[in-house]
């Protein structure tokens, strides 16, 4: 098919990114038993930033090789008058990445909507309220239903069941609160945003998602890890927190942009028995070495391809792969 410049150009674009982007997702996919082994050994705030790295990195070193090296090339060295076909194999490619475009942003752009009316429901039918010592806006919904999460992304605020309130004595209640303000402090539903944004390698097949669950899991410890900073007491009184919320009822996830106290009950337990064992102590001690090297090693991988990317030869290189990825 003969096609006009620009429609080559975006068709190369999205192929580009797909063939990168799925040739890295599947190193990304060989090396999770790895990483989660490594993130198992260090703390849980090492843990959530390794595995959202190698969650991540495939996705932002695609983007770089489009936008730094397919673009320029094309744009610099492809003359605009040729009119050159583009190959099936070319096109199916590009239809296979702007499907796993299309398919992550309608996933992210839904996941905020709802969040945002849940938000929005909460402040119509709860009130507002005030704690002392407590700087982040609070919600209180009146019913049984169990709720205490972190909403929203930009601006997050606290929301709170009346059912919680009052079966949780004010040490627990504070400690709980601090595990949501952990998770503000970390961004963690922003985090979560992007983990939806980022596309799954081949549209459909969410090949990614064993690190999403552990980056889950150990967002949830290192909230725990912050908001009991090291005090026995604190830890025992953040477990009973979460027992007694677990009493109360399965927890409802109501919005995907939430960050429970308690998200899942087969969590429960490791949580619990986690603050019992060490008043969380033996978890910070562990060394963050392990993690810190795994991401300089990766670091430094990245530093070389840049430095790759950065020589003369290297955009007319890439332009004679693109001519061949084309036909
Ligand atoms: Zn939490």
Redesign the pocket.
């Given at each position: 098919m003969n096609a006009p410049y620009l429609l080559r150009l975006l068709c190369l674009s999205f192929a580009s990114f797909f063939l990168v982007y799925l040739a890295l997702a599947l190193l990304s996919i060989a090396a999770t038993p790895a990483v989660i082994r490594v993130a198992k050994r260090t703390t849980p705030l090492a843990a959530t930033r390794l595995l959202l790295f190698a969650r991540l990195f495939p996705l932002g070193l695609s983007l770089l090789v489009v936008l730094g090296l397919c673009l320029p090339s094309y744009l610099l060295l492809e003359p605009e008058a040729s009119a050159e076909r583009v190959g099936l194999a070319c096109l199916l490619a590009a239809l296979a990445g702007a499907l796993a475009w299309a398919i992550s942003i309608v996933r992210a752009v839904r996941a905020s909507a709802r969040s945002l009316e849940y938000l929005r429901r909460c402040r119509g039918l709860g009130a507002d309220l005030r704690l002392a010592g407590e700087p982040l806006p609070l919600c209180l919904l009146e019913g049984e239903t169990p709720v205490l999460?972190?909403a929203g992304v930009v601006r997050p605020r606290i929301v709170l069941s009346r059912a919680v309130l009052r079966s949780l004595s004010a040490e627990q209640l504070e400690t709980a609160l601090s595990?949501?303000r952990?998770?503000s402090v970390s961004h963690?539903n922003l985090k979560r945003l992007l983990l939806l944004l980022a596309p799954d390698p081949i549209p459909f097949v969410h090949g990614l998602s064993a690190l999403d669950r552990q980056w889950a899991k150990y967002?949830?410890w290192a909230?725990?890890d912050r908001a009991v900073a090291g005090d026995t007491r604190r830890s025992l009184s953040l477990a009973s927190a979460l027992v007694r919320i677990a009493r109360l009822g399965s927890p409802a996830r109501i919005a995907p942009l939430m960050?429970?106290?308690?998200?899942a009950d087969d969590e429960l337990s490791a949580r619990v028995d986690r603050l019992l064992r060490s008043g969380s102590a033996g978890a910070s001690s562990r060394s963050p070495r392990r993690a810190a090297l795994a991401a300089a090693a990766m670091a430094a991988a990245f530093s070389l391809l840049l430095a790759v990317m950065l020589q003369p030869a290297t955009l007319s290189s890439v332009h004679h792969i693109l001519e061949h990825l084309i036909r």
């Open positions: 999460a972190l595990h949501e952990a998770h963690d967002a949830e909230a725990d960050a429970s106290l308690l998200a």
